[in-house]
């Protein structure tokens, strides 16, 4: 309505709503877990439990279980969680470091690949889990899968002219071509491999036959190609797993090249001599008024 109309108004707006409980909001970070463990060397995994709503989640528990033939059984004595199972209330905005371990021992548990879940369940809150899958071996190497990409991966290559259709380009663009890829053992630094992306900006770092070779443990990687700046960072390398890395290297659009030329410049000298004399000085000066000459003399 305004002063311009009479009392039924312009119009009538109609405004449906609908009131509902304020939600609570729970997320595992990260959502799954891929590792490997060594018989007989422990290891320990780690994930975040996050309240993220707008009330606090009341009453959390969790809870692990293995999954064995589809079903959802009570974990085996060589994985525990190291937290309680009863967290309690957790406020907006709160944390929750959860730590699993695993300690598998020969030969009371077989090699093999082992399936577990983490579930969170609260009183305003359905359940949520996050899997975690385990690789048991007796060898202490992995492996570790490089996809290097770049500001122009997966975009239209003018240049490229796709088969039957020449007016529509393709992503020809998949990875980032022949980048060198260095990997150093922090613990052992002597322990360093060196890899070469291919088409797809791919590169693994398998042994002879395909066989894992890569000692387990932590390593630090730098990345070099032509046209792009270096990276540095670092990856896990878990017994058993093949780990991924997908870094993203930075274009150098514009190449600055310089060089230093020699040229011949006249090697010319100004030598300015000032002498200055001292007038009052503190010295004996000894002269004879008038000089006595003495002439040649000869033995007689």
């Not at 060594?38 to 692990?64: D, F, H, I, Q, Y």
């Not at 937290?83 to 077989?110: C, I, K, S, W, Y």
């Not at 066989?211 to 990345?223: E, F, Q, S, T, V």
Request: charged share 20%.
């Amino acid at each position: 309505m305004s002063d311009e109309n009479d009392a039924e108004g312009w119009g009538i707006v109609t405004v449906n709503y609908t009131l509902s409980d304020a939600p609570a909001v729970a997320r595992f970070a990260p959502t799954a877990i891929d590792t490997g463990v060594k018989r007989g060397e422990p290891a320990a995994e780690t994930v975040t439990l996050r309240s993220l709503g707008v009330v606090p989640l009341e009453n959390v528990r969790l809870s692990l279980h293995q999954i064995a033939g589809g079903d959802a059984v009570a974990p085996p004595p060589w994985v525990s969680l190291l937290v309680g199972a009863q967290v309690g209330t957790m406020a907006v905005g709160d944390e929750l470091p959860v730590g699993v371990n695993f300690q598998p021992e020969a030969p009371a548990v077989p090699v093999g690949d082992y399936e577990f879940r983490l579930t969170m369940a609260a009183d305003n809150h359905p359940d949520i889990s996050v899997p975690i899958y385990v690789a048991v071996t007796d060898a202490g190497e992995g492996n570790v899968l490089f996809k290097v990409v770049d500001l122009l991966t997966l975009t239209p290559d003018p240049d490229y002219v796709a088969p039957g259709n020449a007016a529509h380009p393709e992503p020809n663009y998949q990875g980032v071509f022949n980048a060198r890829i260095e990997l150093q053992n922090e613990a052992v630094t002597s322990i360093t491999r060196v890899k070469f992306t291919d088409g797809y900006g791919e590169a693994d770092f398998l042994g002879d036959g395909g066989a894992m070779d890569l000692p387990a443990g932590r390593y630090k990687y730098r990345i070099t190609a032509d046209g792009h700046d270096s990276l540095i960072g670092r990856v896990e390398i878990r017994p058993g797993v093949t780990a991924t890395a997908n870094p993203l290297l930075i274009n150098r659009f514009v190449t600055v090249e310089w060089e230093v030329v020699p040229i011949t410049i006249e090697d010319r000298y100004e030598i300015v001599l000032e002498a200055t004399f001292e007038t009052n000085v503190p010295a004996l000066n000894i002269t004879v008024t008038p000089i006595i000459t003495i002439p040649q003399m000869c033995a007689a």
